[in-house]
């Protein structure tokens, strides 16, 4: 793998993407890192210029399989659209009435507000030698931040979070552990030392952007109900007014 003083800071346009950064040393487009499977699948959706970014951690199996066989664009958050449309819009950055046809469109390379991936492009999954099968959720996320594969989510982060458009004032998270939190928290800090400011439990400021954690839209994700509706005092409800008052911070981030 390349080191971080080998790497030239970007931001991925549409479409699929030829990066090999992590697989410069083989010719195959799988490899195994220690517990972990990473496969070569990047790619990025929406607006090469966005005002919003939505990163999830790193493809689910659906996901991945949409991938190899699927269009494109239907690759991202397959499944999950809906519960996505539906956490962007409590936050404030969807109107309430856009519907599940005209959310599908922004995932084309015709969007210009909204861009969408993950803080890991390629597709990782991790074996569990409990069950003998592959996992890419749950715990799954942080320990891909203490293990070996940590230098492949180090150098994707590096690779395509340095040099930020222009234009982008939010970046949302997919993801409200403690432990998620944290571990993102400690990567962007390093690539931002300078910009870097906590705001409050699911946000920080850095690189002129806004960073927020929120619930993610996975169907099996148990405190997606309560991030939505729950009061304040409840700790998902928390949360989400966290993130609430963390992008009243900035100026709006959608359309004119």
């Known amino acids: 793998?390349?080191?971080?003083?080998?790497?030239?800071?970007?931001?991925?346009?549409?479409?699929?993407l030829s990066c090999r950064r992590c697989f410069t040393n083989i010719e195959c487009d799988e490899r195994d890192i220690g517990a972990w499977h990473v496969v070569n699948d990047p790619g990025a959706w929406g607006a090469s210029n966005p005002k919003v970014l939505v990163l999830g951690f790193s493809k689910g199996f659906t996901q991945a399989n949409a991938f190899k066989?699927?269009?494109f664009e239907d690759v991202p958050f397959k499944k999950a659209r809906g519960r996505l449309r539906s956490i962007?819009?409590?936050?404030?950055?969807?109107?309430?009435?856009?519907?599940?046809?005209?959310?599908n469109r922004r995932f084309e390379a015709t969007e210009r507000d909204f861009a969408f991936g993950s803080l890991v492009r390629c597709s990782l999954s991790r074996m569990n030698s409990k069950t003998g099968r592959y996992e890419c959720t749950g715990q799954v996320m942080t320990k891909a931040f203490s293990e070996p594969v940590s230098t492949v989510v180090r150098c994707c982060a590096q690779t395509y979070l340095s040099a930020l458009p222009a234009n982008l004032r939010v970046i949302i998270l997919l993801g409200t552990t403690a432990g998620y939190i944290k571990d993102c928290k400690k990567l962007i800090r390093s690539l931002h030392p300078r910009s870097f400011k906590e705001v409050n439990d699911v946000a920080y400021l850095a690189a002129g952007a806004m960073w927020v954690h929120v619930t993610h839209p996975s169907g099996m994700n148990g405190y997606y109900g309560k991030w939505m509706s729950a009061d304040k005092t409840d700790a998902s409800g928390g949360k989400r007014e966290d993130a609430i008052y963390a992008l009243s911070l900035m100026s709006p981030p959608t359309g004119e």
């Open 88 to 103: 962007l819009c409590r936050l404030g950055l969807l109107d309430q009435a856009e519907t599940d046809e005209e959310f």
């Open 69 to 71: 066989s699927g269009k």
């Open 1 to 16: 793998m390349n080191s971080p003083a080998n790497i030239t800071p970007s931001f991925p346009h549409h479409g699929p």
